[in-house]
């Protein structure tokens, strides 16, 4: 038995990049070689000799992740490089349909990066077939386990490393059926979908959408579609959307909206359902219900103008000219939104599927879906980007143009008017003022041109005092808040919210434990009468109590609101002196009697102890007051006698007394 020569590996790419064409070239020959010589080998010999080549195994998991990573342009434009393609398909082909395939081939990185480098009709139906061997179930599974435990992690775990494996496992759900109900299989991937959506991360969202909606359609595909599964799951997004809405998230921020209206997964599922006859009032109810969560406008672009990039000088172009690298931002949008999907698509070919279906994207990601392409597209390159170059055409028209005005010409706003046209009245024209003599007095003085006064009456009588603007200071729109309009139903409710309140916190203040969760604690007194006052359940009590004692803050929020003082103060306590039930002194009195008291005992002037104060002067007068009622003989008295010593107690009797003072002295000369 020969053996053959063994594969060289495929080099990387800091290698591929010092090999000069005419080695790369010699290089695809020897591998295009080899791989007839292993293909025209016998099954047995095949599956003996080519299946142990350790080397021919590591040479096709490099080549097709390397292929499948960078593109099929690292190969060359040759014919060689496309001969080469095919060729390592057929020998991955054979390897996969023996009964037992090597396991370096059953690995989910080089099943999903041989769906990226070839396309879904080429290798669905051998990724399905071995689909169901054990080896690529342990990697899936295991794949599987991962991915959910990253998905839950959210900002915990690495979310470029999720990013990267969900877009490398799009191509192998997008090609296997088979594999996409393995991974909607129960309920956790979906909900770890759904549970990372959360997180602000545009470029890994889109990922998350791009799986679940190639998962979703990966049960309506192959010959028993498994459309019960998918009415669980689509029922499951359902519930989540809901419970996503009543959150406190924006409702259209949820994978389930951005699902169901960047992606046809509804009309998808729809038309397969019709094209089967299984279709039940509960798909049709979910599918309305998810209907529902679409985005406003959320396929709808503006339409910008195009911005025609002008060659400077370098040749002249004619009015019709077309210019193919030149693309609107509409088309532009629509191609990433086609590439975010299928990004293995080129540019250019998604362009032209575009042109073939009316600039539909729907249509566009359907047939790529179902593989359905015409003829001249599905030959066609998928790699293919936009050219950069324009082609130019010289324009045949060389008849000469007219020289441009060398001076612009200015405009203003004065342009056209009667000064323009000399048309002007000449003694309307001054330089300066008018008349410089005049001062502003004889300005205002002057009344020749000031309105008349029948004119202000009668604007006067046509205003009405009574008609004033609506003041809208707390309108919703100008404020931004909204003020209570008064209704009685909401100010009762929420005094009889702070009515409870303040009896369950007084209550807490008091003694703790009535908010004990024993059965004693429910069956005493206090808590009955508790109840009676607050109307709440127990449960509702002991919760109230359990929630304030895991806030601090809430109670002393309580304290300030419940035992500072409120501010009312129902009356207001004079403050003027009032007379005593037995009546003892008016106001007067009483001051002049206790001052005078003072004054005549401590102050007394005189020999011989005879005092000249006022000691006790009034003391025994009637109570009257002069701030009494006016009818009150009391309150008569009270005024006179104030009347009458006003005299004594101002400034009178002291002047008088230094005069005969100075009388008794006597004067100089």
Not at 110 to 136: E, H
Not at 458 to 467: C, E, G, N, W
Request: aromatic share 6%.
């Amino acid at each position: 038995m020969t053996t053959l020569p063994p594969f060289a590996p495929f080099p990387e790419g800091p290698w591929r990049d010092h090999i000069v064409p005419e080695e790369w070239e010699a290089c695809l020959s020897n591998w295009i070689a080899l791989a007839e010589a292993h293909l025209s080998l016998p099954n047995n010999r095949f599956a003996h000799q080519s299946s142990k080549d350790e080397s021919l195994l590591s040479f096709l998991v490099s080549f097709v992740r390397d292929v499948s990573s960078n593109g099929v342009a690292i190969l060359g434009p040759s014919r060689l490089a496309k001969h080469l393609l095919r060729q390592c398909f057929l020998l991955v082909a054979r390897f996969l349909r023996t009964p037992s395939p090597p396991l370096p081939l059953l690995q989910w990185e080089f099943l999903s990066d041989l769906c990226r480098l070839y396309s879904k009709r080429r290798t669905s139906a051998l990724i399905n077939q071995v689909s169901q061997k054990s080896q690529v179930i342990t990697s899936l599974n295991a794949l599987k386990k991962s991915l959910i435990v990253a998905l839950d992690a959210g900002l915990k775990g690495g979310l470029k490393i999720l990013e990267s494996r969900l877009k490398r496992l799009n191509h192998l759900i997008h090609a296997s059926f088979e594999v996409a109900a393995f991974f909607l299989a129960g309920s956790d991937f979906l909900d770890g979908l759904i549970s990372c959506y959360k997180i602000m991360n545009p470029p890994l969202r889109k990922v998350i959408v791009t799986t679940a909606y190639l998962s979703l359609v990966g049960l309506t595909e192959g010959d028993s579609p498994k459309f019960s599964m998918l009415t669980d799951q689509l029922y499951s997004l359902k519930v989540a959307a809901e419970s996503h809405k009543t959150g406190p998230l924006n409702a259209n921020d949820s994978m389930v909206a951005e699902l169901v209206t960047v992606t046809p997964i509804l009309k998808q599922v729809q038309r397969r359902f019709d094209e089967s006859g299984s279709s039940t009032t509960r798909v049709k109810s979910v599918v309305a219900a998810l209907e529902g969560f679409r985005k406003p406008s959320g396929n709808i672009k503006p339409k910008r103008p195009i911005k025609r990039k002008i060659d400077k000088g370098k040749g002249a172009m004619t009015e019709d000219d077309e210019v193919p690298g030149e693309m609107r931002v509409h088309r532009m949008s629509q191609i990433s939104q086609i590439q975010d999907l299928f990004p293995n698509l080129g540019s250019g070919f998604v362009s032209k599927l575009l042109d073939e279906y009316g600039d539909d994207t729907e249509q566009v990601i359907a047939h790529l879906l179902e593989d359905t392409l015409p003829p001249h597209l599905a030959t066609a390159d998928r790699a293919e980007e936009l050219s950069p170059e324009r082609n130019r055409r010289k324009s045949r028209d060389i008849a000469p143009r007219p020289t441009p005005p060398l001076v612009p010409t200015r405009h203003n706003i004065f342009d056209d008017d009667e000064f323009d046209k000399l048309a002007v009245d000449v003694s309307n024209v001054h330089f300066g003022k008018r008349d410089p003599g005049k001062s502003a007095d004889d300005i205002l003085n002057d009344r020749s041109s000031a309105p008349n006064k029948a004119a202000i009456l009668s604007a006067l009588s046509a205003f009405d005092a009574d008609d004033d603007e609506r003041d809208d200071t707390y309108d919703v729109a100008d404020a931004g808040l909204v003020v209570n309009d008064g209704n009685p139903e909401d100010a009762d409710d929420q005094k009889r919210k702070d009515a409870n309140e303040e009896a369950l916190f007084r209550a807490y203040r008091l003694d703790p434990k009535v908010f004990d969760r024993d059965a004693a604690t429910r069956r005493s007194q206090t808590r009955t009468k508790l109840k009676q006052q607050t109307g709440m359940t127990d449960e509702a009590i002991e919760g109230w109590s359990l929630m304030l004692s895991r806030t601090p803050h809430q109670m002393r929020q309580l304290e300030m609101k419940y035992s500072a003082f409120s501010g009312d103060q129902p009356a207001l306590a004079p403050t003027a002196w009032r007379a005593s039930p037995a009546g003892s002194a008016a106001e007067d009195s009483e001051v002049d009697g206790a001052n005078s008291s003072f004054r005549g005992g401590s102050r007394g002037r005189g020999r011989g102890g005879r005092g000249r104060g006022r000691g006790g002067g009034h003391g025994g007068r009637g109570g009257g007051n002069v701030a009494g009622p006016s009818s009150d003989k009391d309150t008569e008295n009270a005024r006179r006698r104030k009347e009458a010593n006003k005299g004594s107690r101002a400034n009178h009797n002291r002047r008088d007394q230094r005069a005969r003072k100075m009388a008794r002295g006597g004067f100089v000369g």
